[in-house]
């Protein structure tokens, strides 16, 4: 069978089917599950043996060595895990550092001298490179009860080319505890973990973090929130089928993209949308105002879109309700054949649209993403599960086990990222297996499912693949970087990173902050949450306690590199007039945390206007007085004979 024939796989006893839909992808990037590196740096005295001919060495931690217990950590709190790895400096008698390939003997014990061996004791490491009389044993593990809080020393021996036997460096290393580090591991955190995806993107609260950093708490008024912040933006590529336009992609910068049957839709970075290809049913004539937008998703012939305070608008055709979009706010939509999707505010699922295989019989739960297929609908929880629903002539909603990261439907076959990176796919059954379902190894930060049969992906190099029916090229995908990617009918789009750098909601550098717009910062000022409101009084005479001043630091490393001339105020003089504002840190350096300085501003400006308006009243008096006075002369000059 001819896949260029392929009309929409559906029920029989549905009429008048209507072409595949061009599945757009889930937005969002994939993550990783992290790993909890436990405690203890290492901060050890220095310890020495006397070898065999008199000579000696000396092993020592580096300054920053640290003993780092490493336990996997579940969507559950984990136990801390009894493997760490240990670094260490090994010299000569005369402090000459060693270069090497020494074995290694560690043994675990309960006391510095004498005592009993803990765990699987001793362990050995061989061929341990020293470089520069660093030497790094990357793995070791006394087994689980070894190390239970109690105090403990490692008895370290060492045999290097030429030794005899291995010698035994006194004193024992003591292990000591230091905090919790993280890092990036592998699996899934659960909704309630900090999750970090291969491209770096950080969730606190969400395994689905929609930026650099999402913190989602379950009262926001408790946790940290950055809203906003820089979408990564560039120009679009676009290949395949091309007879309506639907390729001749628009320049301009894109935050989102998204292939249908005949058309295609973008959002750009400043938020507005452009649509290109075919308009046979006013799918592109896009709704106004045209601003304010944050997510697009397209069907066949019909088009959605979030706006930034998270309500959502449809256009194109509606001869199933696609477009007669629900009340409320949402976080993300979908489009599929003549059906959509949407993720509310609260996690919740809703569906409308054409229902004729219960594609819109929506699952209850809350999730974290979203994919219309043909006549199939499939998410991803908030655990990290998959759930599909609908048609299911070819296994298309027999979802895999495991947790993901990004989801894609197309007409009868599905694809879905885990969480380890790796793609998955299913739904292929035959006469419809074109090699769609044939998906690449690697690692994968997007993907996308095409109605008529390809599949696209983009690596975690941000490089793209494409596979299965192949047509018009919709497989033969671009060179270069790209940061996400959909797939139409029979053509692909993506957009590409090679971009100047966005502009930032927030940018840290290492001598300041940049907010690009006004130079303000949003802060809580209703009146309704304050108490005990009082007017500033002597603003101006607590300003002028201030001086401002230039200088230089002493030490421009320990301010974060800032050299040159700068203007700023002393704090032991700031002291005398906001004690509030002043602070130590723990070296016992004064610091400053300016607040009110706006409020302070203005009645200061105030009592200036008020002082000036009081001498301007007082000379208009004074010209007043003197006018009279001259009348006066006047009038007795005029009387005079």
Same mark, same amino acid.
């Given at each position: ?379 991803? +929880?908030?655990? #990290?599960? *998959?759930?599909? !629903?609908?048609? &299911?002539? %070819?296994? $298309?909603?027999?979802?895999? /086990?495991? =947790? @993901? ?53 983009? +690596?975690?190099? #941000?490089? *793209?693949?494409? !596979?299965?029916? &192949?047509? %018009?090229? $919709?497989?033969?995908?671009? /060179?270069? =970087? @790209? ?68 200088? $230089? ?89």
């Amino acid at each position: 069978m001819n896949p260029q024939h392929l009309r929409t796989v559906r029920s029989p006893t549905v009429a008048a089917p209507i072409r595949a839909p061009g599945a757009s992808p889930v937005t969002g990037s994939p993550r990783r599950d992290v790993r909890r590196l436990a405690p203890a740096a290492l901060i050890p005295v220095d310890a020495q043996s006397e070898r065999g001919a008199g000579a000696t060495r000396c092993i020592r931690s580096l300054p920053l060595a640290a003993l780092i217990l490493v336990a996997i950590a579940s969507s559950n709190a984990a136990d801390i895990g009894t493997a760490f790895s240990y670094q260490g400096s090994l010299e000569k008698p005369a402090g000459t550092p060693v270069t090497d390939t020494c074995d290694f003997r560690f043994g675990l014990w309960d006391a510095l001298t004498g005592g009993n061996q803990k765990g699987t004791s001793p362990q050995t490491e061989t061929a341990v490179d020293v470089v520069g009389g660093v030497f790094t044993v990357p793995f070791l593990d006394f087994g689980p009860g070894a190390i239970d809080g109690t105090a403990r020393w490692l008895a370290i021996e060492v045999q290097c080319p030429g030794d005899a036997a291995f010698v035994l460096l006194d004193p024992r290393v003591e292990l000591t505890p230091a905090p919790y580090s993280i890092r990036a591991g592998e699996g899934v955190g659960g909704p309630n973990a900090l999750n970090v995806t291969p491209s770096g993107d950080v969730g606190i609260g969400t395994t689905a973090p929609a930026a650099r950093l999402d913190v989602n708490g379950a009262a926001r008024t408790t946790t940290l929130e950055i809203t906003g912040g820089s979408q990564l933006q560039g120009p679009l590529a676009g290949w395949g089928r091309n007879d309506n336009g639907q390729t001749d992609i628009p320049s301009g910068m894109f935050i989102a993209v998204a292939g249908s049957v005949y058309h295609s839709l973008g959002l750009r970075g400043d938020g507005t949308l452009v649509g290109w290809g075919s308009n046979s049913f006013d799918q592109l004539n896009l709704p106004a105002p045209n601003d304010g937008f944050v997510a697009i998703a397209t069907g066949d012939y019909h088009d959605l879109a979030i706006r930034s305070d998270g309500t959502l608008v449809g256009w194109g055709v509606n001869g199933y309700g696609q477009i007669n979009v629900p009340s409320g706010t949402f976080t993300s939509v979908s489009a599929g054949n003549a059906h959509s999707l949407a993720i509310r505010s609260d996690g919740t699922l809703v569906g409308w649209g054409l229902n004729d295989d219960g594609q819109t019989n929506v699952p209850s739960g809350t999730f974290i993403a979203v994919a219309a297929g043909g006549v199939h609908s499939l998410a991803i +929880r908030s655990d #990290g599960t *998959l759930v599909g !629903w609908g048609y &299911n002539a %070819y296994g $298309q909603i027999n979802v895999p /086990s495991g =947790t @993901f990261t990004a989801v894609a439907a197309g007409d009868t076959h599905s694809l879905a990222i885990r969480s380890d990176g790796m793609l998955v796919a299913w739904g292929c059954g035959f006469p419809y297996d074109y090699g769609q379902c044939n998906v690449p190894s690697g690692t994968f930060i997007a993907v996308a499912a095409g109605a008529l049969l390809h599949s696209l992906a983009v +690596r975690s190099d #941000g490089t *793209l693949i494409g !596979w299965g029916w &192949n047509s %018009y090229g $919709q497989t033969d995908v671009p /060179s270069g =970087t @790209f940061t996400s990617v959909a797939a139409g009918y029979e053509h692909g789009l993506a957009i590409r990173v090679n971009a100047p750098p966005p502009n930032p909601a927030l940018l840290l550098h290492t001598n300041s902050a940049v907010k690009p717009g006004t130079n303000t910062w949003t802060i809580y000022s209703d009146r309704r949450l304050k108490k005990n409101i009082e007017p500033l009084s002597g603003a101006l005479d607590h300003l002028l306690q201030l001086r401002g001043v230039t200088f $230089q630091w002493l030490d421009p490393a320990s301010q974060g590199g800032i050299t040159g001339t700068q203007m700023g105020l002393i704090a032991d003089e700031v002291s005398r007039a906001f004690p509030q504002w002043v602070g130590r840190d723990p070296k016992g350096y004064q610091t400053l945390t300016v607040g009110g300085f706006e409020a302070l501003t203005a009645e200061a400006l105030r009592e200036l206007r008020a002082e000036k308006d009081r001498q301007l009243d007082e000379k208009d008096c004074k010209i007043e007085e003197l006018r009279s006075e001259i009348e006066k002369l006047k009038e007795g000059m005029d009387r005079r004979p």
